[in-house]
């Protein structure tokens, strides 16, 4: 049995709940949850961030990405070794998330675990 006592976990801001209306169907609505997500947040972008030679270092996804990049920097040991930042264009969060766990499978990156 694994031990957890000594697990931390560190949140900057509470999870967010997304309460879903009463239904009398008996499945959930995968399109009507994105869309719900999607007016609760703002519009997001991928970003991929790269070494002097052009290595991809760190993909993320992020709607607010100067105060994403200055968290990066303040706890990444790898930060140091970023030298240019790609931003895609925004779009709905849902979609963004998705976007980033795909560009992730794709490309690699040498930090994303």
Known sequence: MTDWSGLE?????????????DSDED??????????ID???PPAQVYRMFDTEGQLLYVGCTSEW??????HAKDKAWWGDVRAITLD???????AFAGEK?????????YNL
Do not use: G, N, Q
């Open 89 to 95: 264009d925004p779009r709905p969060w849902v979609d």
């Open 9 to 21: 976990l560190a949140l900057e801001e509470p999870p967010e709940i997304l309460w879903l209306d």
């Open 39 to 41: 007016r609760e947040r």
């Open 66 to 71: 100067t105060a994403r990049f200055k968290a």
């Open 102 to 110: 795909d560009t992730i499978r794709s490309e690699r990156p040498r």
């Open 27 to 36: 499945t959930l609505d995968l399109e009507a949850i994105c869309d719900e």
